[in-house]
């Protein structure tokens, strides 16, 4: 058997290294789930910047010349035009006349809209059909490969 | 274990006496009895501000205050960031939860009579304190610059412009300009981030030293108690007692934050558009509902002066005998409470709360 | 004698005259000293595009612009006159269908105004002997001619409607010929006058549809074509509809029979189908083809509209509480699109045609919806991880709970507090 104190004593011992353990344990593990979005969080994600922002729209191999790409810009299509004098021109690609996404047209070196025969030159100047106002132009940069497209300011 | 945290302390001590600070916590104790519970609501709203001080240097790393990239900059943090949401959530409802507990922690004091002699100088830095907090709220409000903020933004500075003479000043000085435009927000922002965290943290130090040098206050009927021999004075050991209920306390608002951030995020709302016409229903925070929903309810003219003129005013009156009360409340400085305070306390309270719920209806 | 005083008239009359006019001009100095109608042609021609080409009165009424004396309106001088009503087309188009001489002042001007006005109503009506009809005094005004891009001008595009409508909206002027007098009322209900208002001077106004010195209102079979001018793609549905050779038959115009001449205005969705709006159940009946192809439309867009709808609710559901939708919301415009396209080709009359377009978006939305739940779906992974964190927030607060009872069960702490 063995002294009835001392297995008291032992039991209080083991007793509170539970509760040391018990009490250790969830306040590192709840500390731990709070650092983890923290640190997460502060680590910079690979969209660096807003996409309504900036993006990169295509490779400059991408795209020849005298053609158009449909790309996404925030959460709105845009349309990114190398032109014939290797020019990159960007707009928005949201029509002006009922928000139907506009088409760059290489045998006419226009923008046009099917919705209703809505027609852009390259400067997104509105010249023929219904829609009122020119499309909001962006900005290009080329950078190496990457043809960046940023709203203009 | 132990062992590194003694020669660590014994280091300290050496070079800025932390010996003398650990003696004094280790001393520090917090009274045991019937009204205990509310010692715990001014810690709650420390704990409260430091997470927001937390979260709001994570958001700062990813926020712009201007108008063009203000909205876009939440949005980013709140989709593209990493727990972004989480951060932006906690950020939204502490203040909120912080503010709540804050009129707790006031009011608590003021029934308790904790303000009485030698406590005045606390109870000031502490309502001024509270001014602060609905600063941080008013100002922290317009940055994400959707419609709602935009125009409770307009409303609030609208009504600092109808007082006489200053008026004008004022409305111009929190503006940045005559309308709310993103000068507004420029100013906010700093107001937010650097001008409201310097103020609180010289009077936040002052109200925490002051109760460190005085102690927790007895509540009159407790001290009448022991005095008469009807109850026994028993104290509680602030460490570690007292911190672990407090951490207890601490622990569950962190578990309420996470839920309501997962459960109820924070809306972003829509961009601002200043040209816009206010959208139906507009209304400031909660916490200002109450002075709002006054204002409507006041006729247009009040003896000689103007509706809302006279409401401000009569505001700016109700704070300004707040302030002062423990000078005015002397009498609880003897250990008498006057009945007309407590009342005064109940009409406050029952006043604000009935204001704010007709505001919601 | 008489010379001299009319010497002297002269001078202190060419002292009122500012100093930006042509060479001395006896009529305009004349006639500025003269009283009511005889002097304000000159008041009017100082804003005229002629004298700022640098003609004069005698440019057009003949006589002597250096002869001071009454002689100067001699027929001797080869003075004409105001010309009678009949006579007014002959006399403006005695310079103006001169092409040699017109582009001596702008090299596109044209000179078939004459021509093309000898074909119109007006013109004809005018050679049986009818002096009600417009000449070109009428419309382009007399002394104060501007030129048609002055927003003054009564020909500008803003200002036609009312030009016209001085004599074509006045019942009496109107009295005894055998057309209403409502076109410029209805036509300011009109979207194409809405556009004008707003300042789109391509919007078009009475002489885009009528001609402006041929004015002639387009023949039935010909309405389609002048609508077709701007609305490409309607006109070329419908001429391939069977629409077109059943309109011939009947005898009925084109667009204008279900869209008005006047009063256009914007059509809405329940034009198609078979509600009180529709304007299909005009002609159509239950039981014949075309009321079953209008029913198939107005079911098919409706269709798409609702299935739209769904979608960017979601969507929005899902974006407000913070998840990111950027790309449905992007392909959610295509859908959008296929609507604005379907409704176009409501105009081939063909069920099957608007079927393919709305087919195409009501996947394009059931796709954009499928994203909205996974948002959703993702914004409840969230909740989980929440609850993960609480389980240890309860861990932690149970050790603290124990810690606290522990450190206070033992005899030297004061007995159990309240909290």
Known sequence: ?153 | MRGVLRTILSWLDERFGAGSIEAFLRHKTVPIHRHTIWYYFGGMTLFLFVIQVLTGILLLLYYRPTPDDAYESVQYIVTQVRFGWLIRSVHSWAANLMIFTAFVHMFSVYFLKAYRKPRELTWITGILLLFLAMGFGFSGYLLPWNTLGYFATKVGTEMAGSVPFAGKWMLTFLRGGEEVTGATLTRFFGFHVAVLPGLTTVLLAGHLLLVQHLGMSVPPSVERAIAEGREQARLMPFFPNFLLRDMIGWYAALGVLGALAAVFPWELGTKADPFAPAPAGIRPEWYFLFMFETLKHLPPKILFLEGEFAGLVAFGLAAAVWVIVPFLDYRAGFGRVTRFFTGLGVFALGFMAAMSLLALR | MKNALHFIIALIGTAGISVAAPPKDSCIACHAELEGKQSEPVKLFESDVHRQAGLGCADCHGGDRNDESMDSMSPAKGFRGTPKKAQIPEFCARCHSDIAYMHRFNPKARADQLSQYLTSVHGKRLKQGDTKVAACVDCHSVHNILRATDTRSPVHPMNVAATCGHCHADPAHMKGYSIPTDQVEKYSKSVHAQMLAEGDTAAPTCSTCHGNHGATPPGITSVANVCGTCHVFFEQLFVRSPHQPAFAKMGLPGCVQCHSNHEIVKPSDDWVGTGSNSVCMNCHAAGDKGFAASQKIAGDLAKLKTFLGRAEEILATAEHSGMEVSTPKVELANAHEALIKARVNVHSFNAADVQKLTDQGVEISQKAYQAGVMALEERDVRRKGLGVSLIFIVLAISGLYLKIRQIESTPRDQSSPPV
């Not at chain 1, 010349?65 to 004098?85: D, M, Q």
Request: hydrophobic letters at 35%; glycine letters at 8%.
């Open chain 1, 1 to 153: 058997m063995g002294n009835p104190d001392r297995s008291g004593m032992e039991r209080a011992q083991s007793g509170r290294r539970w509760v040391n353990l018990l009490l250790g344990s969830g306040v590192l593990a709840s500390i731990a789930s709070f650092l983890y979005p923290a640190i997460r969080y502060i680590i910079p994600s690979e969209v660096a910047e807003s996409t309504s922002r900036s993006v990169v729209a295509a490779q400059v191999s991408e795209l020849k010349r005298n053609s158009g790409k449909i790309f996404k810009f925030g959460s709105k299509p845009a349309l990114l035009v190398h032109t014939t004098g290797d020019e990159w021109k960007a707009f928005s690609a949201v029509c002006t006349h009922l928000n139907c996404t506009v088409q760059y047209r290489d045998d006419h070196h226009d923008i046009w809209c099917a919705c209703h025969n809505g027609v852009y030159d390259l400067a997104g100047r509105n010249v023929s059909g219904p829609p009122p106002r020119p499309l909001d132009a962006l900005q290009v940069n080329v950078q190496g490969e990457d043809v960046i497209v940023t709203r203009s300011s």
